[in-house]
């Protein structure tokens, strides 16, 4: 065999394999990087619990080499079943953090959880994690006027005020008399003026109730509206109007009794003189026991007149030169508002009770005291339950009788008894 011949046969030899080497590399390299790589690495991470709802948090600890191709939670209520697969898209590497939101969870309930990611080599998974809806209290609705068993009189004006109160926001409050809707406010707190007028007399439930987004609270009490009791002017004894109809009165009478009355005064039965008070007057009494006295009718009828204030649309009597008094002061009541604490509120609500007016009585019903301004009809007792007392305007600006008598009796002419230790008693002096 040539030389020639021994060197064509290398040359083809050696080009083979200069041509199937690169094959063989190629399937190689393709065959490893398949088989090269590791399924993902991931991180279960803590949530983030909400009302009804929760964030999972997760993160791609390594990749294993290899694309995700899909990653995200699977959950449940049940450690050994995560029927839920909360899918996310989009493309992610080692190092990434990732989460998804699940809404409307039941308070009380506790869930399951992993993160989890597949790539070509197959899926890799978290540590199962679990968490805990909190429980949903309901909320808790407080009346705060009228209180249970508060009575009125048909006609009168019942101030109604609640508020409600919880962990988490108040949606709604809604007030109900007797189950009928009156008043819902998108609020925590609600106030109402309730004219009984075209009530019938009974007993009624005073209901309000307030929505948190998941539970509703409810209060009640019940109120009384008793019938409206007939309203008569006074008139004078019959032994006045007899004595006065025959004209029998001796002169000494009719002198001791002309600063009282223009009419006649039996001053036997009445034998009492009061001081006189101003511009209202002098009148003779009698006592009666209690602490009460009973003045002289003819007085009565001269001086005392029945009236209908304004916004409560109850009836009262006073004495006629201060009845243009108390109407104007209950016109500004009706008609007025405060700011409280923020909040726009009818001075009409700062009502919960209204005693007075005209009361023939001495001060604190103490027979060894002084005749008190009720006896004359030219007082009024307002909120009386815990204002016999002092009322600082520094420490207590908001209190109900400190801003009525700014608003509404200061201005009509009234004088208020704060400065001798009884905030809930207003009186006219002339």
Same mark, same amino acid.
């Given at each position: 065999m040539s030389e020639d011949f021994v060197l064509i046969k290398l040359i083809k030899k050696y080009y083979k394999l200069a041509i199937i080497a690169p094959i063989i590399l190629l399937l190689f390299f393709t065959i490893g990087f398949f088989y090269m790589g590791d399924i993902p690495t991931v991180k279960t991470q803590e949530v983030n619990v909400e009302r009804t709802s929760a964030t999972l948090n997760g993160m791609i600890v390594d990749d294993g080499g290899k694309e995700i191709t899909q990653y995200g939670f699977r959950w449940g209520t049940s450690s050994d079943n995560l029927q839920g697969n909360e899918t996310i898209s989009g493309k992610i590497t080692t190092d990434s953090i990732f989460n998804v939101n699940l809404y409307g969870l039941q308070p009380g309930n506790t869930y399951y959880y992993k993160a989890y990611a597949v790539n070509s080599k197959g899926s890799g998974n978290g540590e199962v994690k679990s968490f805990i809806v909190p429980g949903n209290n309901p909320p808790e609705v407080s009346i705060d006027k009228p209180y249970d068993g508060y009575t009125v009189t048909e006609g009168d004006l019942?101030?109604?005020?609640?508020?409600?109160?919880?962990?988490?926001?108040?949606?709604? @409050?809604? +007030?109900? @008399?007797?189950?009928?809707?009156?008043?819902?406010?998108?609020? /925590?707190?609600?106030?109402?003026?309730?004219?009984?007028? /075209?009530?019938?007399? =009974? %007993?009624?439930?005073?209901?309000?109730?307030?929505?948190?987004? +998941?539970?509703?609270?409810?209060?009640?009490?019940? @109120?009384? *509206?008793?019938?409206?009791?007939? *309203?008569?002017?006074?008139?004078?004894?019959?032994?006045?109007?007899?004595?006065?109809?025959?004209?029998?009165?001796?002169?000494?009478?009719?002198?001791?009794?002309? %600063? *009282?009355?223009?009419?006649?005064?039996?001053?036997?039965?009445?034998?009492?003189?009061?001081? *006189?008070?101003?511009?209202f007057g002098q009148f003779h009494y009698r006592h009666i026991g209690g602490g009460r006295i009973e003045i002289d009718p003819v007085w009565v009828q001269e001086n005392i007149v029945t009236i209908t204030l304004p916004g409560l649309n109850r009836q009262v009597q006073v004495h006629k030169d201060a009845a243009d008094n108390f109407i104007y002061a209950f016109t500004l009541i009706k008609n007025g508002t405060?700011?409280?604490? =923020?909040?726009?509120?009818?001075? +009409?609500?700062?009502?919960? %009770?209204?005693?007075?007016? $005209?009361?023939?009585?001495?001060?604190?019903?103490?027979?060894?005291?002084?005749?008190?301004?009720?006896?004359? =009809?030219?007082?009024?007792?307002?909120?009386?339950?815990?204002?016999?007392?002092?009322?600082?305007?520094?420490?207590?600006?908001?209190?109900?009788? +400190? @801003?009525?008598?700014?608003?509404?009796?200061?201005?009509?002419?009234?004088? $208020? =008894?704060?400065?001798?230790?009884?905030a809930m008693h207003y009186e006219i002096i002339r």
């Open positions: 019942v101030n109604i005020a609640a508020t409600a109160k919880d962990e988490y926001e108040i949606e709604a @409050i809604e +007030l109900f @008399i007797n189950d009928e809707s009156k008043l819902k406010e998108e609020s /925590d707190a609600l106030s109402y003026s309730w004219d009984t007028s /075209d009530f019938e007399p =009974g %007993t009624y439930s005073i209901k309000v109730t307030a929505f948190d987004g +998941l539970d509703s609270g409810e209060k009640a009490v019940e @109120i009384i *509206v008793e019938e409206k009791p007939v *309203v008569e002017e006074p008139k004078p004894s019959e032994q006045t109007s007899q004595s006065s109809s025959n004209n029998t009165s001796s002169s000494t009478s009719r002198e001791a009794t002309s %600063t *009282v009355s223009r009419g006649t005064t039996d001053y036997s039965t009445y034998s009492q003189a009061s001081r *006189v008070n101003g511009a405060a700011n409280i604490n =923020g909040r726009q509120v009818p001075l +009409l609500s700062l009502i919960d %009770t209204m005693d007075g007016t $005209w009361v023939p009585r001495h001060v604190n019903w103490n027979p060894s005291r002084g005749l008190s301004n009720h006896s004359w =009809g030219t007082a009024i007792d307002i909120n009386a339950a815990g204002n016999f007392r002092y009322v600082c305007p520094i420490n207590e600006p908001n209190h109900p009788n +400190l @801003i009525l008598w700014e608003k509404a009796f200061k201005p009509a002419g009234f004088s $208020w =008894g704060n400065r001798f230790n009884d």
